[in-house]
């Protein structure tokens, strides 16, 4: 049984190393991409010019005007990134995608982004993210830059491959003779050993060590991969939900100050979230509600009220908040926060980047000993 096993662990390691080291690295570069961006670049998200009043900013639709002057022709704005402290600047991003193309430089038709000083409308910076750095690493990191219907499915199935990598991993981990020589060895990597052992031990004692983390990266990297396996955890877990009772909200009126109702909503959201970290917009056709993420918390996700608001009567149609999801859709709503780190601030997005440095390293040392074994057998 342990050589069918060991067998399994071998070659569905050589089939998914080399997309494993790429989803790894590139998972472990992004960890830190908001903190970094905000130290790279502190000209595109903070205020330069202090010589203004800050006390209101221009409206919104003023501002995505301004935002769509900057771009070139036929490029519009499809969401808006709205900072509520006084020194962030606003970032306007023009998207659009084809799903069915192949490769990355196909797969955005264009992707532009546009920091405005919202007070004043100053155009601070224009980004073209199609060649920035972070987002080339994120699409590394989703699909191999191989495009969304083609890279996303090899990355999924190679994610799926690797839980089975780490289970087979763990039976092999287990000594076959259960003393406490061999069991302190299964646990300990011996520095002071040949390279030859020193690189068996870094796969073996770290892959043990780091396979509750990969078996996190895997669940939550699948919920992103496959839409349906998403709704299947959904509801699996809603079925232990006894009858609970969802929190009800009597929506409150929205003043319609200006003749815009994306501008009143804004507004609205602005005065009723003022320790907000961020709100996102996305822009919709004129028969769908306004669309208003509010996050909470800084780098999460799963602290969220959403709003959506009428745009021919500019009043609530509807809340969504964390405090009023079912069991499956609150457990859902943590998949980006656990799958990046950031459910925890600094000390889990510190542990994500060593384990998924760790997790880049294995299939590198995995080939390793599978090179050494071939040499022995010649």
Same mark, same amino acid.
């Given at each position: 049984m342990r050589k069918k096993i060991n067998w399994l662990h071998k070659w569905l390691g050589i089939l998914t190393g080399s997309i494993v080291l790429l989803v790894s690295i590139s998972g472990c570069l992004y960890v830190f991409q908001d903190d970094l961006k905000v130290l790279f670049y502190p000209e595109k998200y903070f205020i330069i010019s202090e010589n203004h009043n800050k006390n209101k900013p221009i409206e919104l639709t003023s501002l995505i005007a301004i935002a769509e002057k900057a771009l070139p022709n036929n490029q519009i704005i499809s969401r808006v990134e709205v900072f509520p402290q006084k020194n962030r600047t606003w970032v306007f991003k023009a998207l659009k995608t084809n799903n069915n193309a192949l490769f990355y430089t196909n797969y955005h038709v264009y992707h532009k982004q546009v920091f405005l000083n919202p007070y004043t409308g100053e155009v601070q910076h224009f980004e073209n993210s199609k060649k920035e750095f972070f987002n080339i690493v994120l699409q590394i990191h989703m699909n191999l830059l191989l495009g969304k219907k083609y890279g996303s499915l090899i990355v999924g199935i190679a994610t799926l491959l690797f839980v089975i990598i780490g289970l087979s991993g763990l039976c092999l981990w287990i000594p076959k003779n259960l003393k406490k020589r061999n069991l302190k060895q299964a646990f300990t990597i011996k520095t002071n050993a040949k390279i030859k052992r020193l690189n068996y031990d870094l796969h073996n004692v770290l892959g043990f060590y780091i396979l509750p983390f990969v078996l996190?990266?895997?669940?939550?990297?699948?919920?992103?991969?496959?839409?349906?396996?998403?709704?299947?955890?959904?509801?699996?877990?809603?079925?232990?939900?006894?009858?609970?009772?969802?929190?009800?909200?009597?929506?409150?009126?929205?003043?319609?100050?200006?003749?815009?109702?994306?501008?009143?909503?804004?507004?609205?959201?602005?005065?009723?979230?003022?320790?907000?970290? @961020?709100?996102?917009?996305?822009? $919709?056709?004129?028969?769908?509600?306004?669309?208003? @993420?509010?996050? #909470? @918390? $800084?780098?999460?996700?799963?602290?969220?009220?959403?709003?959506?608001?009428?745009?021919?009567?500019?009043?609530?149609?509807?809340?969504?908040?964390?405090?009023?999801?079912?069991?499956?859709? $609150?457990?859902?709503?943590?998949?980006?926060?656990?799958?990046?780190?950031?459910?925890?601030?600094?000390?889990?997005?510190?542990?994500?980047?060593?384990?998924? #440095?760790?997790?880049?390293?294995?299939?590198?040392?995995?080939?390793?000993?599978?090179?050494?074994?071939?040499?022995?057998?010649?």
């Open positions: 996190i990266f895997c669940f939550t990297g699948l919920i992103f991969a496959f839409p349906d396996f998403k709704n299947v955890v959904t509801k699996s877990f809603d079925v232990f939900q006894s009858n609970k009772k969802v929190k009800s909200y009597s929506y409150e009126f929205i003043p319609q100050k200006e003749a815009n109702s994306l501008n009143n909503g804004l507004a609205y959201i602005l005065q009723n979230h003022v320790n907000a970290s @961020q709100i996102s917009i996305r822009l $919709k056709d004129k028969n769908e509600p306004h669309d208003f @993420q509010v996050r #909470l @918390q $800084k780098g999460k996700t799963s602290a969220f009220f959403w709003y959506y608001i009428n745009q021919t009567s500019g009043q609530i149609i509807n809340i969504k908040s964390y405090k009023n999801l079912s069991l499956g859709t $609150k457990i859902t709503s943590y998949n980006y926060d656990l799958h990046t780190g950031n459910i925890g601030g600094f000390t889990t997005k510190l542990i994500a980047f060593f384990a998924a #440095l760790i997790c880049a390293s294995l299939p590198i040392t995995g080939f390793i000993i599978w090179q050494n074994k071939r040499r022995k057998k010649s």
